[in-house]
């Protein structure tokens, strides 16, 4: 080990590594535990990936649903999970995460002061499809957060590229979702983004950045990178971090958390581990995968379930468009919007492109003849009528599209030789769609059947909310890249208590790891929104329940 030197430079009991809603989960509750704690966080602000995202937590049998009179039996969340797992998730740690989650979220709101609520008829992923899916109450965000209130850490705590600022999904899915943009009140989001007031996942990091560092005083390094970790007699004691240039030694006494994200900015993690020949983020680009590096380094055991239905997104690359100095790729909802579609090269349909359950393993088929990805880009098609009604990323309806992004022509055709796919196949699928559109019922793949699908990427103001045709030119189109979240197939392999697994099968003694730095064996072969911040919430908890006791 690097550490030869004597000497410490700071000290602690339990050291977290990472400021996402996992760092910060093992934080409150180990200061709760009448522990001292030090963060350490690598980017130059706070709050993780759970910053960058939509800030849900998906809880079923949750305190709220109870207040509200939504009657949620356990057994009917635990056949939802066991659903989604499809036969990869550890049984244990599924049960903990089902079990001990509802406690978890209520105990941050009676005595960390995180404001919860529901959102308001936002139905699971497969509702009513699925055993043991609701029409509504599992999914919780926060209230909005006032960032006056994190004091010093209100400009060092991470807004989103991502998602809309100042507002909540309830005002949102009101003002008609995505679709309707044009409708949202702008008044009120400029007065609320002038006041700071935050929502989605921003907001909900700033009530958990505000708990720990501001009300419990937990000290936190920003651009304080950890490279290694720190064994005596078999156990891990610290750790080596890098600050301001220099190595910055950090004791923790009675164990180090790992919390510090996945591995979508690692230059070879996610080809050898999501199984695909390239790779863009939505994360920021100091998620390179450190938790599974430092801890592989000292004997820990990776362990993965399939990558084929997890949560990544497919999306585009706005030129110019960069974050912390790289590319910044948007997730791309736009294929369930009416008049548009997904193609292959072929020029075919292959999915239902507004149920990322569904497209997702589809996009990842393999051809085993012509060993191929078939579907490997998807490209997105839309026409004139989409431009004039709905926006594409950024970009509202009707606006100027860069020609470097996207591809326009007058025929289907020519557009299929611009972007490289079968223009006369093209030509094909656009007629079938459109006369699937008039009778408002698709055939191939039943798009527009989900009421979740409805809301986030349908225009309800139509029959089926998710069909529209392709009939008016011009015609654009674009190909997609892979829009990681940071929800991977691989992590670390942790106990019950949240210990980091060595190879041989034992816990590494003081050491833990909670959310994305850790194998999704809790959740299996499939995803819901809102379970990975669950993840790191129960992890989190769990991790600092234990250092409690050492």
Known sequence: MAWKIGRWDASCDVMCVGSGIGGLSAAIAAHDAKLSVVVLEKAPKLGGVSAYSGGEVFVPNNHLMAAAGIVDPIEQGRAYLRFLAAGWADPGKQEQLLTRGPEIVRWFEQRAGVRWKLVAGFPDYHYPKAPGTVATGRYLECELFAGKSLGEWKDKTYLSPHMPNGITHDEMFAWGGFTHIRGWDFALMGK??????????????????????????????????????????????????????????????????????G????????????????????????????????????????????????????????????????????GSWEGGFPHAIWVNRA???????????????KTRAWDGVTQTLPNFPPYLVFDASYREKYPLGTFFPGQDLPESLVARADTLR?????????????????????????????????????????????????????????????????????????????????????????????????????????????IGAGYQSGLSNLRGLVGGFVAAEHAAKR
């Open 414 to 522: 020519e557009l299929g030789e611009k972007l490289g796919i079968d223009g006369e196949a093209l030509e094909a699928t656009v007629a079938r769609w459109n006369e699937q559109c008039a009778s408002g019922r698709d055939a191939d793949f039943d798009r527009g059947t989900y009421p979740w699908a409805a809301m986030m990427t349908g225009d309800r103001a139509r029959t089926n909310p998710n069909m529209g045709p392709l009939d008016k030119a011009p015609f654009y189109g674009l190909p997609l890249v892979v829009a990681g979240v940071g929800v991977n197939a691989a992590g670390l392999r942790t106990d019950l208590d949240a210990r980091v697994l060595h190879v041989r099968g034992e816990p590494i003694e003081g050491l833990y790891a909670a959310g994305n730095s850790t194998a999704p064996l809790d």
């Open 263 to 330: 591995y979508d900015w690692h230059p070879r993690f996610p080809r050898s581990f999501e199984l695909l020949p390239s790779w863009g983020s939505m994360c920021q680009p100091t998620v390179e995968g450190d938790a599974l590096v430092m801890a592989t380094s000292i004997g820990a055991e990776v362990a993965a379930v399939p990558a084929h239905n997890l949560g990544m997104f497919f999306g585009y690359q706005v030129p110019g468009e960069t974050h912390e100095g790289k590319p910044l790729v948007r």
């Open 347 to 361: 020029g075919k349909r292959f999915a239902d492109e507004s149920f990322y359950r569904d497209y997702l393993p």
């Open 192 to 261: 609320r983004f002038r006041d700071d007031q935050r929502g989605f996942g921003p907001g909900m990091m700033g009530w958990f950045v505000k708990a720990a560092m501001v009300d419990r005083a937990i000290p936190a390094h920003v651009g304080c990178a950890v490279r290694e970790l720190i064994v005596e007699g078999g156990a891990v004691v610290g750790v080596r971090a890098e600050k301001d240039g220099k190595d910055f030694f950090v004791r923790a006494r009675r164990g180090v958390v790992l919390a510090a994200g």
